[in-house]
């Protein structure tokens, strides 16, 4: 899942508080060294090697230089909230962006930001920043003036928008990265989101009834994104010890695009034993069947944020549960999956919309309703005979001379006996 983040102009403002937060943090200079001498070797090395995206290469570690100094040097909140930082913000956006719509080899080369990211340890970076203003957003969001009500001022409305906007970088890099995903779990992301819902939920009593726009809100939904990106990503359990009764809880909140995500999340983490923990009610079954048709027919192929690959495949997972099954292929499922496998002309969005098939064809009923759908068949018989040869190479199960089971072929042929038999 992938947010594009909107540019945000808060100015900084000198709060009367700041005076709690003098000589509360320990000098970091020695490590700053260090991080500066260790990773301008890197900074070096990568525009030697790629010189031809030098600029990038820089830009990003001066944004992760100036996160850190901002970090480590502030001894009061003021500081915290110097006006670099959205400057930063909106450059990380930028080049995040980028990546995001690039194709083909030309992403493959931008996604080398990425490794860098990764080597100059920007998970961990991120974790703290994060971190940081999350302590500052309950101490202040925890101050009431005598009829309950919360004190909203500037220095406020900045904490939650550096906090918004560096987990939003967090859930687009998870995204965009397999390496930042794994670089998140010694870096302490996992467990920091985790946390950080259930404290939001506690503290909060009205955010599943409050508008759109509440701060619990959007906190906890950046989240969720950002750990629904690390399961589909890395589908390692052991990063997500003791997380099911918190993902099963927001999985039946009230608030359907939060419980989607909570569900979508839990879908990567269980496995035939424990697939029960994901039956879900027909609702928002019905909800993510929506989604996935939205993404299907809109121009870039998301909504709300999930593409429609991404999409396909959380409902795979999903149709391991039985109930699941049933109901997904008795309110639209297969009419969307049968639409997008005709049209689709990407190998990996192939595979995964004819594995979410493979999954429903188990269910007899499903079976008879995609052997219903016109030209199902027909479809599935060409891509096994495609003429791109390493859709061929693929389907024919054939590497170097190596008679192997991949992906694509796994699902193209194995749907396509299931429906003929």
Same mark, same amino acid.
């Given at each position: ?7 945000e102009?808060?100015q900084e403002?000198?709060?009367?508080d700041?005076s709690?937060?003098e ?8 490590e ?5 001498v260790?990773?301008t ?7 030697t090697?790629?010189?031809?995206q030098g600029?990038v290469f820089q830009?990003?570690f #001066?944004?992760m ?13 003021r500081?915290r909230y ?8 909106r ?16 992403a ?7 490794d860098f990211?990764?080597e100059i340890e920007?998970?961990?970076?991120l974790?703290r920043?994060?971190q940081?203003n999350?302590?500052d957003f309950y ?9 309950g009500s919360?004190?909203e ?11 918004r *906007?560096v ?9 965009l990265h397999?390496?930042f ?8 992301i ?10 939001l939920?506690?503290?909060n ?6 508008d759109?726009?509440?701060?619990p809100?959007?906190l906890? %939904? +950046?989240c969720?994104?950002? !750990?629904?990106n690390?399961? *589909? ?12 009764t918190?993902l099963?809880y %927001?999985a039946t ?9 909570a569900? !979508?999340?839990l879908a990567y ?10 039956? +879900?009610d027909?609702n928002l079954l019905?909800?993510?069947i929506t989604? !996935?048709? #939205?993404?299907y027919?809109?121009?870039?192929r *998301?909504?709300d944020g $999930?593409s429609?690959?991404e ?6 997972? !999903?149709a391991?549960?039985?109930?699941n099954?049933k109901?997904?292929?008795q309110?639209?499922?297969?009419r969307?999956?049968t639409?997008?496998?005709q049209?689709s002309?990407d190998? #990996?969005?192939?595979?995964?919309r004819a594995?979410a098939?493979w999954?429903? +064809? %188990? ?8 052997k219903?759908?016109e ?5 599935l018989?060409k891509l096994?005979?495609?003429a ?6 693929a389907?024919?199960g ?13 699902y193209?042929l194995?749907? $396509? ?5």
């Open positions: 899942m992938h947010i594009a983040s909107q540019p102009m808060l403002q000198r709060s009367s700041d709690e937060d000589s509360n943090e320990e000098s970091s200079s020695q700053d060294d260090e991080w500066d260790l990773h070797d890197t900074l070096t090395r990568y525009t090697n790629y010189p031809e600029a830009a990003m #001066e944004n230089q100036v996160l850190r100094n901002t970090m480590n040097n502030s001894s009061t909140r500081d110097s006006d670099q930082v959205p400057v930063v913000f450059s990380i956006d930028a080049i995040s962006y980028d990546i995001y719509t690039s194709t083909g080899t030309v493959s080369t931008k996604m080398r930001v990425m990211v990764v920007a998970a961990e970076l974790q920043f994060a940081n999350l302590i101490k202040m969001g925890g101050e009431q003036d005598d009829d919360s004190t001022d500037q220095s406020q409305k900045i904490c939650f928008s550096y906090l *906007r987990l939003v970088i967090i859930q687009n890099f998870a995204d397999d390496g995903c794994s670089a998140s779990a010694p870096a302490g996992v467990p920091l989101c985790l946390e950080n819902i259930v404290r939920d506690r503290e009593d009205n955010w599943q009834s409050g759109d726009e509440s701060e809100l959007q906890i %939904f +950046a969720l994104a950002i !750990l629904h690390i399961s *589909r990503r890395l589908r390692d359990r052991e990063l997500f010890v003791d997380s099911e918190t099963l %927001f909140v009230k608030r359907t695009k939060i419980a989607a995500m569900l !979508l999340c983490l269980v496995n035939e034993n424990t697939n029960h923990l994901i039956s +879900a027909e019905c909800f993510i989604m !996935l048709n #939205e993404a027919q809109s121009e870039n *998301r909504c $999930y429609a690959k999409l396909a495949e959380g409902l795979s997972h !999903l391991i549960n039985n109930n099954n109901i997904l292929g309110n639209g499922a297969i969307v999956l639409a997008i496998l049209t002309h190998d #990996e969005e192939i595979a995964g594995r098939l999954m429903l +064809a %188990f269910d007899d009923t499903n079976k008879d309703l995609i219903q759908q030209g199902t068949l027909d479809t018989r096994h005979h495609s791109n040869p390493e859709v061929q190479k389907a024919a054939f590497v170097n001379g190596k008679y192997i089971i991949p992906r694509l072929a796994l193209l194995e749907l $396509y006996l299931l429906l003929k038999w």
